[in-house]
């Protein structure tokens, strides 16, 4: 596809449940970013991954949250556990180079609704 | 703490007319800002850019004006046209990563 894609577009989950969310970047696209929105907030920054290197995570809020990117390319967030303060709306970008000097490609993102 | 602000959650301005969006920062080694515009159900996109060697940088009907003194950047939209009706971010380049405001709605009513 031309652009980030996103699945799935909503989430609906129970409490204490785990989910995953997964994210396509642009092919060629050495650097893939996550990040939320909650609701009347900003997009805070989740987790960078940049070609092979180890991704920087410093903005995970806690240890229920992971991040693989796979091959380079396809990348899943999970979360484990789920908690109601979870639901936001997370978003993936994705970038030519690793500076965010390049305007970031952003999907159309992820709702998740935690009951 | 919010490293980045803008203050004002919403803006209604009539078609025609000038539309300035607000973001104030509070980080002084900040040195590159971004504007990103969101419609509903879809991710932000890129709107214009400005390093913080200027104080200006202009793009068609948009101008980012930047005050490196107040820690202050304007995002100017003239003409407004109701297509720019959207949520508006303003972001900072921390390293690798951006940091956004809480995002602006503009609404441009014909």
């Known amino acids: 596809g031309a652009g980030v894609s996103q699945s799935p577009s909503n989430k609906v989950t129970e409490k204490g449940k785990d989910v995953e969310l997964r994210c396509d970047p642009i092919s060629g696209h050495t650097a893939l970013y996550w990040y939320r929105q909650s609701l009347g907030q900003g997009l805070e920054f989740l987790i960078y991954f940049q070609g092979n290197s180890a991704p920087d995570k410093s903005g995970l809020p806690s240890d229920r949250f992971s991040a693989e990117r796979t091959g380079g390319s396809v990348s899943t967030l999970t979360i484990q556990r789920t908690q109601q303060e979870d639901s936001a709306v997370y978003l993936c970008a994705s970038t030519l180079a690793g500076s965010s000097y390049n305007e970031q490609f952003f999907g159309p993102g992820t709702r998740l609704t935690v009951l | 703490d919010q490293q980045v602000k803008q203050n004002s959650p919403s803006l209604s301005v009539q078609e025609g007319r000038i539309s300035i969006l607000n973001c104030d920062y509070t980080n002084s080694m900040f040195d590159y800002f971004l504007w990103y515009k969101k419609y509903p159900a879809e991710g932000p996109t890129f709107l214009i850019s400005?390093?913080?060697?200027?104080d200006k940088n202009e793009d068609g009907r948009f101008t980012v004006f930047l005050n490196k003194s107040a820690k202050h950047l304007s995002l100017h939209i003239v003409p407004s046209q109701p297509g720019d009706s959207a949520v508006y971010f303003c972001?900072?380049?921390?390293?690798?990563?951006?940091?956004f405001g809480a995002g602006t709605i503009l609404r441009v009513k014909s």
């Open positions: 972001a900072a380049s921390d390293g690798n990563k951006l940091v």
């Open positions: 400005i390093s913080s060697i200027k």
